[in-house]
Structures are given as structure tokens and as C-alpha cells.
């Protein structure tokens, strides 16, 4: 029973510093997904994904789950392992809205790639990928 304010403090503790590290891995940014593109990561891209995902690979669209969005585009990544994943320009007015055209070279296709989510602090949401094929 002497023990009990002491067990309160360390549970306490305990669970502060369980959100607090939740919290500081929550903090995703939009330059992860650059470099998760450039590995082709469709786990850790998908991390960044909204509950629904507009996703058009070549002319094939649809809106997905986070979890559909995620195996569709590991699909996408073994048909087309990335060699190099570059970003071209960021367009948009300030504000929450984000866009982004990236350039993705596998070894025999280069694709366009244009990401747009919601960006909130340091936390991205993506809601819309576009990849489509270039000449090249």
C-alpha cells in the first residue's frame, strides 16, 4: 500500500513515454516518401497514405484502402524495381494542400509521378498518386 503513489508516478511515466516516442515516429515527412520511392518501399510509403488512396498506374485507377493502395503499388515495384526516384517540382500555394512531380527510372521505364496529399505540422497525408509512363 506504501508503494501505491510510487507505482501511479512510474505508470505514468511509463505512458508518457510511450506517446511521446508514438509520437515522434508519427512525424512523417514528405521527404521520406522521396526515399522510400527511391527504394521502392510500398510498406513505408503506405504509412504516409490516408484512409483512402486515389491511385492511377498507367490508366488504371480507383480509390483504394490504405491496405489495397499498399499491395498495388508493391505490385507496381516488382514489375518496375526503381534504379532512381527524383523530384522535379513542388506546386501549390502555401496552405495544407501538397503536390509534387517526381521522376522514377527502373531499368528499362521511366514513369511521371504526382503525389498530392495534406501536410499538417510535420505529419503527411497522401490522398492521390499518379504514375505514368514516359518515353523515354
Known amino acids: ?3 501505491l ?3 501511479f508516478v512510474f505508470l505514468f511515466a511509463v505512458i ?3 506517446e511521446a516516442t508514438n ?3 508519427n512525424t512523417l515527412t514528405i521527404n521520406d516518401v522521396f526515399v522510400y520511392f527511391k527504394s521502392g518501399s510500398s510498406k513505408e510509403i ?3 497514405f490516408d484512409q483512402t488512396v486515389l491511385l492511377n ?3 488504371k485507377n480507383g480509390d483504394y484502402s490504405k491496405t ?3 499491395y498495388i503499388l508493391k505490385d507496381f515495384f516488382l514489375k518496375y524495381p526503381p534504379l532512381d526516384f527524383n523530384v522535379l517540382h513542388q506546386a501549390g500555394s502555401p496552405g495544407p494542400t ?3 512531380v517526381g521522376a522514377y527510372q527502373s531499368k528499362d521505364e521511366q514513369f511521371r509521378v504526382l503525389i498530392k496529399g495534406n501536410a499538417k505540422s510535420d505529419v503527411v497525408r497522401i490522398f492521390s498518386i499518379d504514375i505514368i509512363k514516359t518515353k523515354i
Open 23 to 25: 509520437l515522434k515516429h
Open 98 to 100: 501538397i503536390f509534387y
Open 57 to 59: 498506374i498507367n490508366g
Open 1 to 3: 500500500m506504501k508503494n
Open 46 to 48: 503506405a504509412r504516409y
Open 68 to 70: 489495397q493502395a499498399e
Open 16 to 18: 508518457w513515454f510511450s
Open 5 to 7: 503513489p510510487f507505482l
